[in-house]
Structure formats: structure tokens, C-alpha cells
């Protein structure tokens, strides 16, 4: 059963201690308004666009390293969390207020909800002109576990898989409207990191991972103001810069023009 979410959401947990910071310095890269925090604990918010719908939440986590996880979008949470099952998902809590929290076959936690969203906001306009947008999730996924992980995602949203670069990235196309495209990733065998970029340091650990990716008019000047709010520099290629936020989330700033 094909569950083809109408929106994705990508959450920044925080680890113990990082919440304040990391939410600030991702208000900053994104020019967007922090909400209200909310929960039973007050460990949810959400980075609100001046347009269009949200997209980016961030989380505060009681334990355990940060880490990306993504919220799909659908009409009925439950419905879509049995397919999932099917497909090889696993459930980890299914929640009095409706959505399900789930883990895929390669260990990526993921939600289904059901808040309604359809409009993709704008790419920020920042002081020198240049325009950027955080506007791609990438799965980084160990080799053991790449063609049952792809599949799962293919499955699951319905979306064809087109191949980027023969040996390392393929792309799921979700409909041009979403928010978020989606880049998937084989890790080298050894020490586990595509060729040693673009791909969060983390991910050494078996369990699938993912980070986030910047679309950016002015890949240098983007990189220096994101140094200036606090970032660190790792590593420069050709059409991608990795950094770290000032609590170790690690993202890439691409050469890709924002949408």
C-alpha cells in the first residue's frame, strides 16, 4: 500500500542542553519567527516562514545524540503507519493526539500527522541580495542497508527514483509543491562516509541518518554568513560546503539555485 504524504516536515532535535542555542542559530540561518514552545514538556516549536506554510520544527531531546527526523504528512496517521508496517517499518509509539511515531527498516525515526499544510514559502532575500533556503533532506545510508532502506522509501510515497550520480546519490521526486526534495545517499564501506562529504559524521553508526542541505545563489557568501551566526566550516567541494551548527548538526550548503 502506497501512502503518498501531501507535505514533509523535517524536525532539528536538539540534544540535552542544545535546545536554545541550536533553535536560535537555525531562526538566524532561516530569517524565520520561532513559535510558542509546546508538549507535555514544552520540547516542541516550530521555525515559521513569513509565507507560506511551515516546514522546519525543531525539538528539545531528553537524551541521546541530535539528530534529524522527518514528519510526514498525511490524512490518516494510523491508516499510513500499517503500511508502513507492511513495508518493514517498525512502530514506537503510537500517540493519544494522533500521530504515530515509527523507525524505517535502516533505523531513520519518522512520524506521520495529520496538520494540513500546501504552500511552500519563498527563499529568503538576505542584505547583499543573494537569495538561500533550506530545501532538501538528504538519507545517508550505510551500504548493508541501502536497497532495503530505498525501497521502503519508494514504497511508502509512492515517488520515482532517479539516479543523480551512479555510485554514490539517487533522488526521490516528490511533487513540486512539497517543500523539501529528497536526496538519498550510499555510504563508502570502511569507515562509512560517502566519499567523506556531504554526509553527516554520524552517520558511521549503522542506523541510517540524515541531514539537511541549502540552496544557495551565492554558495561563499552564504558560507560566511553562516560562520558569522556560529557555524564551522569542514569541508569544501565542488558544488556542496559541509558545516556544523554551534551544537554539531551537521548540514551542506549547495550551489543549487533556491526554487
Sequence with gaps: MTISPFWVSAFLDFGAGDFDR????????TGYAV????????????????????????QHLDEGPGRIHLDLHVDQPTIAAEAA???????????????????????LVFCFVSHPAARRPAAATWSDGHRSQ?????LDIPPTAYD???????GLTGWDLTEVNER????????????????VQRLDDGEGLGNGVHVDPNAKRSAVRAHLDLAAEDRDAEVARHVALGATEVSRQEWWTVLTDPVGTTYCITRRAPR
Excluded at 35 to 58: I, K, M, N
Design 35 to 58: 513559535s510558542e514552545t509546546r508538549g507535555e514538556t514544552g520540547q516542541f516549536a516550530t521555525l515559521v516562514p513569513p509565507d507560506g506554510d511551515d516546514y522546519l520544527r525543531v
Design 148 to 154: 532495503v532502506e530505498v525501497a521502503f522509501w519508494q
Design 134 to 138: 533550506v530545501d532538501q533532506v538528504c
Design 22 to 29: 541550536g533553535t536560535a542559530f537555525w531562526r538566524d540561518v
Design 85 to 107: 508496517i507492511e513495508l518493514g517499518g517498525h512502530v514506537l509509539v503510537r500517540h493519544e493526539a494522533g500521530y504515530v511515531v515509527l523507525r524505517s527498516p535502516g533505523g
Design 168 to 183: 554514490e546519490f539517487e533522488r526521490l521526486q516528490p511533487p513540486d509543491d512539497q517543500p523539501l526534495r529528497w536526496l
